[in-house]
C-alpha cells in the first residue's frame, strides 16, 4: 500500500535511464548539488530525494530506519512510475540504496554507492561513539568528523560552511536517530550473493569507509561488485572531487545496456 507521504525530490534531465540519489547523514538534496551542472541529462533522468528529517521532511515524523528510507524510495519510484531504475547513494544513504536493492533486487538496475556505509552497519569504538552521538546537539563534534574523514587537509572556512548546512537542513532529533539505524542495522546476508551491478567510490583520504573496508563489505555481497578509489579525496566526492566523481558513476551507469 502507498504512504501518504510524499518523498521530497527534485528531478535533473530528461534521459531514459532513470537514477535516484539519495544523500548522508550531514546534508539533504544539496549534497548532491556541486555536481548537479556536469550532470548528463540526455542520457539520464536524476531524482534528488530529502529523507525523512532532512530538508523539505525535516519535520517529517517518522522511525529515521534505513528500512523506512527505502520503503520511502520505492514508494517514490512507483510514483513517478520507474519500473527499472538505479540508484546513488552516498555514506548513510549508500546504505538506504543497498536495503533497496535488498527489498526489491529486479528493479534495480545499478547501484553507486560514494562512500557507503556497509550494509552490515558501522559499529563505532566508544571514543568515536561519545563524538558522533553527541553531534546532533554540539556543532563542533560535526565540525570534527568532517575534519577527520576528510583527512584534515580542508580549508576552515569549508568546515564551517559544511556544519552550517548540516544543522540548516537536518532536525537534530532525526539526525540522531538515524545515527543508531545506520551503525546498527545489518541486512547484508540480504545481499549475499547479489548479482546487481554495484559500484563503490571511496576516497582516500577517508579514515573511516576506506578501500579495504569496502572491500570486505561490499565487494564481497556483489557478485559484479566494483571499486574505485579516488585520490586526494575523503569522505565527501562530490564536494572534494565532483568531476571524477561523475565520470565513474556515469561511466558506471552507461555500461548498462538494458
Known amino acids: ?121 558501522l559499529p563505532l569504538p566508544p571514543e568515536q561513539w561519545e563524538l558522533f552521538s553527541t553531534a546532533d546537539t554540539r556543532p563542533e563534534h560535526r565540525r570534527a568528523i568532517l575534519d577527520v574523514t576528510t583527512g584534515g587537509v580542508r580549508p576552515a572556512a569549508w568546515l ?19 545515527l543508531d539505524s545506520w551503525t546498527g542495522d545489518d541486512f547484508h546476508a540480504g545481499l549475499e550473493g547479489c548479482t546487481t551491478p554495484a559500484l563503490a567510490v571511496t576516497g582516500q583520504l577517508d579514515p573511516a569507509l576506506s578501500a579495504d573496508l569496502t572491500r570486505a563489505t561490499w565487494l564481497r555481497w556483489f557478485v559484479r561488485g566494483e571499486l574505485v578509489d579516488l585520490p586526494v579525496c575523503g569522505h565527501y566526492a562530490m564536494d572534494e572531487a565532483p568531476l571524477a566523481l561523475i565520470r565513474v558513476a556515469e561511466d558506471f551507469l552507461r555500461a548498462d545496456a538494458a
Not at 160 to 178: G, N, P, T
Open 1 to 121: 500500500m502507498a504512504s501518504s507521504f510524499h518523498l521530497p525530490h527534485e528531478l535533473h534531465g530528461e534521459g531514459p535511464h532513470k537514477v535516484i540519489a539519495v544523500h548522508g547523514w550531514f546534508a539533504d538534496r544539496s549534497a548532491y548539488a556541486p555536481i548537479v551542472p556536469d550532470l548528463d541529462r540526455e542520457s539520464f533522468q536524476y531524482a534528488l530525494v530529502d529523507l525523512r528529517g532532512y530538508g523539505r521532511a525535516k519535520d517529517v515524523p517518522g522511525a529515521y530506519t534505513t528500512a523506512e528510507g527505502a520503503a520511502d524510495v520505492l514508494d517514490l519510484a512507483d510514483r513517478l512510475g520507474w519500473t527499472r531504475f538505479s540508484l546513488v547513494g552516498h555514506s548513510m544513504g549508500g546504505s538506504v540504496a543497498q536495503r533497496v536493492v535488498a527489498n526489491a533486487t529486479g528493479r534495480v538496475r545499478r547501484i553507486v554507492g560514494v562512500s557507503p556505509v556497509p550494509a552490515s552497519g
Open 160 to 178: 564551517d560552511r559544511m556544519v552550517a548546512r548540516s544543522l540548516e537542513c537536518s532536525d537534530a532529533k532525526a539526525f540522531r536517530a538515524w
